[in-house]
C-alpha cells in the first residue's frame, strides 16, 4: 500500500479542484465527441447548476438527519458501546467495514456518519488499550462499508423505480416493486459477499507489526448534548418532552398511514422516517436544535459543490454525452454481459455526476430501453446503475467530504486504501450481475 498511498498523497487535489477539473473534462470531451459548440456546453453547464435544487435538498436532509440521528444520546450511547467490541488490530478493520455497511444498507446518510464516529470510537478505545490502529485506515473501513448503500434501504435507483408515475413506470408500463431490486435474493447476497469482500481486504491491508502508523490525535470529546440552565419560562418549554414527542408521533401516525393505504418508500419517505426517529429519541427542542447546529458544519461542502456538479450534469445532457457514453457501452452487450457493461457506464458516469438519484433520471431511461431491446429483466438495469453509482464512489472524493470534515482527515489520507475496495468491490459487483442475468 506504501507506493499507492504516496502517489495518492502527492497528487490527489482538493475535492474542490477535482470538480472543477472533472468539469473542464466533460466540457472538453463534449465538444470532441458530439456535435455540441461551445455555446452549447456553457449554456447547459449555466442551466444545469440550478437544475438539481430541490434534489440537493433531500440529499442535504438525509445527510443531516443521518449525522443527527446518529449524535442521539441513545444511538450515541449505542455506537459509543460498539466501539469497544474489537479486541485486536485486525478485528478493529473489519469491524468499522461491518457496522457502516449495516448502517448505510439502513440509509446512506446515516452511513456516512456511522463510519466516521465508529472509526473514532474504536481508534479511541483502541488506543486507551494499548492497540497501534492506523486512523487513516480505519476512516476508510467506515468510508468503504459505504460501498453497498444503494443496494439498501434508501437507494435512489430501487426507490424510484418502485414510485408510481415515476419515469420507470411510464416506460415499462408498470412500477418495479422492491422485492425483485433491493430485497431480492440475489441482491441480498451480493451485499453480504461484497462486504465480507472488502473487510478481507482491508484487513490484508492494514499495517503489520513494526509499520508506522498514524494514531487518533484527540481525547473523546463530549458528543451527546449537555443540558443548559432552566431560567425562564422559554427555557422550561425548549426543555420540555412534550412538544418533540408529539410531533414524533404525528410523523409516526402519517407513515403508517402512508403505508397502510399502499404508499411506497421514497427519498421524502426516508427522511421522514428518520426525523421521526429523532423527534422520539431527543429529550427536547433544545437537544434537537443543538443536534442541528452540529450537523449543519458538516454538510457546507455538499451544499456548495452540489451545483458544480449539476452543473456537469447539465453539459452532459445538453451536448448529448452522457447518452453517447452509455450508447458506445452497452452496445458491445448482450442479454449476459449488459449488467456487467451497464456497471462499467454507470461507474464511469457517477464520476462525473456522484449522485444516485440524479444518474439515475438521465442514464436510467437509456439502460431501460436498451434492457428492453435486449430482453433484460428491467431489475438488471436499475440494480446495475445502482452498483455503479456505489462502485465509483470509492475513487471519487466528493461523499467522503462529510465523514472526512467528522473525521479531521483530508482526502488523501484515505484514496489508496479506498481505491482497494474500488478494485475488490468491483469484482463483487460484477458477479452479481452476472450471476442475475443467468437466473432472471
Excluded at 487535489?13 to 456546453?41: E, K, N, Y
Excluded at 428491467?378 to 467528522?406: E, R, T
Aim: with cysteine; hydrophobic share 55%; charged share 10%.
Amino acid at each position: 500500500m506504501g507506493p499507492l498511498n504516496s502517489v495518492v498523497e502527492r497528487f490527489m487535489p482538493s475535492a474542490f479542484l477535482f470538480a472543477v477539473v472533472l468539469t473542464a473534462v466533460v466540457a472538453g470531451m463534449s465538444l470532441l465527441v458530439t456535435d455540441a459548440t461551445p455555446v452549447d456546453a456553457l449554456k447547459g453547464w449555466g442551466e444545469g447548476l440550478s437544475g438539481l435544487l430541490a434534489f440537493t435538498m433531500q440529499m442535504v436532509l438525509i445527510l443531516l438527519l443521518g449525522y443527527m440521528l446518529a449524535h442521539t444520546g441513545p444511538v450515541h450511547a449505542l455506537l459509543v458501546r460498539l466501539g469497544s467490541v474489537p479486541r485486536t488490530e485486525g478485528q478493529a478493520y473489519i469491524f468499522v467495514v461491518v457496522v457502516t455497511a449495516v448502517a448505510s444498507l439502513i440509509t446512506w446518510g446515516l452511513g456516512l456518519v456511522v463510519g466516521a464516529v465508529i472509526a473514532k470510537e474504536v481508534a479511541r478505545q483502541g488506543k486507551a488499550r494499548g492497540l497501534r490502529l492506523h486512523f487513516p485506515l480505519l476512516v476508510a473501513c467506515g468510508y468503504s462499508g459505504w460501498v453497498v448503500w444503494h443496494m439498501g434501504y434508501s437507494g435512489s435507483g430501487p426507490l424510484a423505480a418502485a414510485t408510481e408515475g415515476s419515469f420507470v413506470h411510464e416506460m415499462t408500463g408498470q412500477v418495479v416493486p422492491m422485492s425483485e431490486t433491493t430485497f431480492s435474493l440475489w441482491n441480498i447476497i451480493g451485499a453480504v459477499v461484497t462486504v465480507i469482500v472488502v473487510a478481507s481486504a482491508m484487513y490484508l491491508v492494514r499495517p503489520r507489526n513494526g509499520s508506522k502508523v498514524v494514531e487518533v490525535a484527540t481525547e473523546a470529546e463530549a458528543e451527546v448534548y449537555q443540558p443548559e440552565d432552566i431560567n425562564t419560562p422559554a427555557d422550561r418549554l425548549d426543555a420540555s418532552r412534550i412538544p418533540t414527542l408529539l410531533l414524533g408521533l404525528a410523523l409516526a401516525s402519517y407513515l403508517a398511514v402512508h403505508f397502510m393505504n399502499g404508499g411506497t418508500l421514497t427519498l421524502d419517505i426516508v427522511n421522514w422516517s428518520f426525523m421521526m426517529l429523532i423527534l422520539l429519541l431527543v429529550r427536547n427542542a433544545a437537544e434537537m436544535l443543538a443536534l442541528v447546529r452540529r450537523s449543519a458544519s458538516n454538510v457546507g461542502d455538499v451544499v456548495f459543490q452540489y451545483p458544480l456538479y449539476a452543473g456537469i450534469l447539465g453539459i452532459m445532457v445538453a451536448t448529448g454525452l452522457m447518452g453517447w457514453l452509455t450508447e458506445r457501452m452497452i452496445a458491445i452487450s448482450n442479454e449476459y454481459t449488459f449488467g456487467i457493461i451497464a456497471l462499467l457506464s454507470a461507474g464511469l458516469v457517477n464520476i462525473f455526476v456522484p449522485s444516485g438519484g440524479a444518474q439515475f433520471a438521465v442514464q436510467g431511461p437509456i439502460m431501460l430501453d436498451a434492457a428492453q431491446a435486449l430482453g433484460v429483466d428491467p431489475a438488471i438495469a436499475i440494480m446495475a446503475v445502482s452498483y455503479g453509482d456505489q462502485w465509483s464512489n470509492m475513487i471519487q472524493p466528493f461523499w467522503a467530504l462529510p465523514l472526512l470534515a467528522i473525521a479531521g482527515l483530508k482526502i488523501r489520507d484515505i484514496m489508496g486504501y479506498t481505491t482497494v475496495t474500488f478494485i475488490v468491490s468491483g469484482f463483487a459487483f460484477a458477479g452479481t450481475l452476472l450471476v442475475a442475468s443467468f437466473i432472471l
